[in-house]
């Protein structure tokens, strides 16, 4: 059974900061995309960030400059830091992988979401 873990959500702020984890477990053999995506009320879900194993990243336009994704392999964890918030930031966020299980064959899971929430 893999699943992916996020925590680090939370309220804060205008102009806070927030750091997401997301930890991937199970018979994993690898990760190849893992990314970030979030989901406000009534809007559709976005790609926030994204990151190939080889740390190649990519990010949404709106968050450029003010949010960061990093991963470490080892530990099958992805991270998001998040400054410089702003209340159109407000979104559930979630952690998705793109993955090789043990026993082979490629999934792509979804985490169950963490909530964000910037007060102005």
């Known amino acids: 059974q893999v699943q992916l873990v996020e925590s680090g959500g939370g309220a804060v702020q205008a102009g806070g900061s927030l750091r997401l984890s997301c930890v991937a477990s199970?018979?994993?053999?690898?990760?190849?995309?893992m990314g970030w995506y979030r989901q406000a009320p009534g809007k559709q879900r976005e790609l926030v960030a994204g990151i190939t194993s080889s740390g190649i990243t990519n990010y949404a336009d709106s968050v450029k400059g003010r949010f960061t994704i990093s991963r470490d392999n080892a530990k099958n964890t992805v991270y998001l830091q998040m400054d410089s918030l702003i209340p159109e930031d407000t979104a559930v966020y979630y952690c998705?992988?793109?993955?090789?299980?043990?026993?082979?064959?490629?999934?792509?899971?979804w985490g169950q979401g963490t909530q964000v929430t910037v007060s102005s």
């Open positions: 199970g018979r994993i053999f690898s990760i190849n995309y």
């Open positions: 998705n992988a793109d993955l090789v299980k043990v026993v082979g064959g490629s999934y792509n899971y």
